[in-house]
């Protein structure tokens, strides 16, 4: 994605790689929290209130941890008080771009600049770190809110409730033991063991990824044959954050990042599930396939060099999930 240091772009890789080859993610920069009354939250600073019109999401359709908040924006309610740009599924050199010529793709319609790095430099002309997505963005203040997604959706699930009415609570009080236990091994093993796998760079890194990979897979198919949802009985975060993983799986992990054990069809549990999410109120019209495969297969030269777009399989998600 690129990096800033001291406002100059550098085209580095995606994020960082150890000495065995082990690919190694970044931690996001922006770590304010919109509340209901604009005090401060778990971290960062106060004055960032709930309000309709304020906030603007920047996105990629592609990125299953900005494809969280797109999620959490629609099942809360939020999608006429939060506006939304989308950037261009391509990121090559100059990293995400606000190219508005692939269908979707938006271009940032607040302030017509040519880059996403470009809002990270707006809040902070001297900003040092890697400009990721989703970045929410606080138009009164022109100043970046947060660009932490698991932190994000803490913040659709309950900041906005009073203007929406929208009570839905994705993180209940007597469940968040286990969703943080189950999200602690989702998002080592799963969410981001797909990357640790694809962006290997040697033999030893790629086994000691792909292995608990699947291990953990079998782990979820065997808590979803007692179980309607990963915590229990009612959806939750845990199991919006695995989608957004599992979604992409066969049409883009199991091939372009050598994930290719199992497919997610092979799973009968995490396949009707995954199709249960997808056909979810609001959920199906945050899910763009044609972004998704576009930009790991076009994006990814050193992993496909030819950026040749394969043609998958069809997959028909709207078919009964039997759930």
């Known amino acids: 994605m690129g990096l800033l240091v001291d406002g100059v772009w550098h085209d580095k890789w995606y994020d960082t790689k150890s000495s065995d080859g082990a690919f190694q993610r970044s931690t996001a920069s ?3 929290w919109i509340t209901e009354n604009g005090d401060a939250g778990p971290s960062g600073t106060d004055g960032f209130a709930a309000a309709a019109g304020r906030y603007h ?16 924006r629609a099942l809360k309610g939020l999608d006429d008080l939060i506006t939304v740009d989308v950037v261009h599924p391509d990121m090559l050199s100059d990293g995400w771009t606000f190219s508005a010529d692939f269908d979707g793709a938006t271009g940032d319609r607040l302030y017509g600049k040519p880059f996403a790095r470009d809002i990270y430099l707006m809040a902070d002309p001297n900003m040092s770190g890697r400009v990721t997505v989703p970045i929410l963005w606080d138009k009164e203040r022109q100043t970046i ?45 799963i969410n981001n063991g797909v990357y640790k796998s694809g962006f290997a760079t040697t033999q030893s890194a790629y086994d000691a990824a792909v292995d608990p990979l699947f291990d953990s897979l079998d782990w ?4 979803l044959s007692d179980r309607k949802f990963l915590a229990g009985d009612q959806i939750t975060e845990a199991d919006w954050r695995l989608f957004t993983t599992l979604v992409r799986f066969d049409p883009v992990y199991h091939l372009h990042f050598k994930c290719n054990k199992r497919r ?11 199709r249960q999410l997808y056909q979810w109120p609001g959920v199906k019209d945050t899910v763009h396939f044609g972004h998704i495969v576009r930009h790991y297969h076009y994006s990814h030269e050193t992993i496909n060099p030819h950026r040749i777009i394969p043609t998958n399989p069809d997959l028909d998600w709207d078919a009964p999930h039997g759930r």
């Open 57 to 72: 999401l920047y996105v990629s359709y592609a990125c299953p941890w900005a494809h969280r908040a797109l999620i959490f």
């Open 145 to 189: 809110v947060s660009n932490e997604s698991s932190e994000i959706i803490r913040m659709f699930n309950s900041a906005f409730n009073g203007l929406t009415g929208n009570m839905d609570d994705y993180y209940p009080e007597h469940l968040r033991p286990e969703i943080d236990r189950i999200n602690e091994r989702v998002y080592d093993t």
């Open 220 to 223: 979820v198919e065997g808590l």
């Open 264 to 274: 997610l069809v092979d799973y009968p549990n995490l396949w009707n599930f995954t």
């Open 30 to 32: 922006w770590r304010n």
